[in-house]
């Protein structure tokens, strides 16, 4: 069978009612009382991840179904160093109309012609994705998808939050941004990029000169501008995350480090940097976006790199 370039959306996961109904409804504490519905934490966090990225709506005409819409969020992976960028605005960079044009032209002939793309034209800093909850990512898929729904009334769409966690970085530091929208297919689930398939490296080789022509001043530096195609959001996070890690490494070498929980969704990773007149830096990480075994590879991830562990009680004193 002739390989595509893209997969069938695989659940992979148990479906939870009271998890949709609460992100149906924008309700966060609901979405967190949930845990306590009786699932193992696993599956808890994989439902949450898979109903925060993915909607389905189904249009009615009468009492008989006229069509089924489903639309999941899409985020690209940009790894950027902000050295080579145009614009000094390294942690909000806006796509030129015509430069989006022509990326969700890629997208579009990637989904099919039974999918539509929509893209935001902002790309989104890591920063701004950790801080935010499932019910912002919810309603941002609100405002890209289908806009009917048969669910209880909704609030208003939200936007994400311009609140950050603060993740500082060295001046000239490589950093993490997404590029994001939404697949929209009637009567089938979108189907999602692949990164193994066949063609896949070709469309991403497209929209990394694209982009690099648009944000950056030598569009010839091979290093400056990194295009990933993971397969679903929770994924993109996942990967967009140990590629930034691999590329702060690779500048600054990482000395030690501490995974230090902050509740029971986030955990903050504590680096310290060898290279670099900043002694530190902490990434935030969230399980909702990684799920459990996501959260345990990208702490192994970090262990793999760094020299060892903080001293914890020396940590406390100082």
């Known amino acids: 069978m002739e390989s595509s370039l893209y997969e069938p959306f695989d659940i992979g996961y148990v479906p939870s009612l009271e998890v949709e109904s609460a992100l149906a409804n924008l309700d966060s504490q609901r979405v967190w009382d949930a845990a306590q519905a009786g699932y193992p934490l696993e599956d808890y966090y994989d439902a949450v991840r898979a109903h925060t990225f993915n909607r389905t709506v189904t249009n009615f005409r009468g009492n008989a ?11 690209i992976p940009l790894i950027i160093d902000p050295e080579q960028l145009a614009s000094d605005a390294a942690t909000e960079i806006s796509i030129a109309p015509r430069t989006s044009e022509r990326v969700t032209t890629l997208l579009t002939n990637w989904a099919g012609r039974k999918s539509t793309v929509v893209m935001l034209t902002q790309t989104l800093n890591y920063d701004l994705v950790a801080c935010n909850d499932p019910v912002a990512f919810r309603g941002l898929l609100n405002q890209l998808g289908p806009r009917t729904t048969t669910l209880q009334k909704v609030q208003p769409d939200v936007t994400l939050e311009e609140r950050k ?6 001046e000239g530091a490589p950093s993490l941004q ?20 066949n063609g896949a490296y070709q469309l991403a080789s497209q929209m990394q000169l694209e982009l690099r022509f648009a944000l950056e001043d030598k569009p010839s530096h091979t290093g400056a501008l990194t295009v990933h195609l993971p397969s679903t959001a929770d994924s993109a996070i996942e990967s967009g995350l ?20 902050m509740g029971t969704d986030r955990v903050d990773v504590l680096v310290e ?27 192994q991830h970090v262990g793999s790199l760094a020299t060892g562990l903080f001293d914890r009680a020396q940590h406390r004193e100082n």
């Open 65 to 75: 179904v006229a069509a089924v819409q489903n639309s999941s969020l899409f985020m």
């Open 165 to 170: 966690y603060g993740v500082a970085l060295p």
């Open 178 to 197: 997404f590029l994001t929208g939404a697949l929209v297919s009637a009567n089938h689930l979108p189907p999602m990029p692949c990164s193994t398939a």
């Open 242 to 261: 140990k590629e930034w890690i691999d590329a702060l490494h690779a500048k600054y070498r990482f000395g030690k480090w501490d995974a230090l929980p």
């Open 273 to 299: 940097l060898v290279d670099s007149t900043q002694e530190t830096i902490v990434i935030p990480l969230r399980t909702y976006q990684l799920g459990v075994k996501g959260l345990e590879r990208t702490l």
